[in-house]
Nanobody
Framework: QVQLVESGGGLVQTGGSLRLSCAASGRTFSSFSSAGMGWFRQAPGKEREFVSAISWTGSNTYYADSVKGRFTISRDNAKNTVYLQMNSLKPEDTAVYFC???????????????????WGQGTQVTVSS
């Protein structure tokens, strides 16, 4: 019922920037007013980890300590799109990045994958040293 498509990944040098986009179809952002959208990443051999999230109500934002001050999450309701602006990229940021939608708030919001019911296919981000 809800489809999420990530884009904007690629290869960048250390210190560079990328902006990821997550376009939602099937529902508008207003359909997720009780929760929000999040970004996760997964590097080879590692578990999926929380990166950032934004709530629909109040536009509250959340960031993992590892990206705080470097990444910025935002949304554009008119385009049904969530963005992740990534600056000052480091090699340890290399991973497949996934966007996800959480229909309702709960004890797992916003940092745990189990809070999210819908996931995109992922986009590769590679940061070279």
């Amino acid at each position: 019922q809800v489809q999420l498509v990530e884009s904007g990944g690629g290869l960048v040098q250390t210190g560079g920037s990328l902006r990821l986009s997550c376009a939602a179809s099937g529902r508008t952002f207003s359909s997720f007013s009780s929760a929000g959208m999040g970004w996760f990443r997964q590097a080879p051999g590692k578990e999926r980890e929380f990166v950032s999230a934004i709530s629909w109500t109040g536009s509250n934002t959340y960031y993992a300590d590892s990206v705080k001050g470097r990444f910025t999450i935002s949304r554009d309701n008119a385009k049904n799109t969530v963005y992740l602006q990534m600056n000052s990229l480091k090699p340890e940021d290399t991973a497949v990045y996934f966007c996800a939608a959480a229909p309702v708030y709960g004890r797992n919001w916003p940092t745990r994958p189990r809070a999210y019911d819908y996931w995109g296919q992922g986009t590769q981000v590679t940061v070279s040293s």
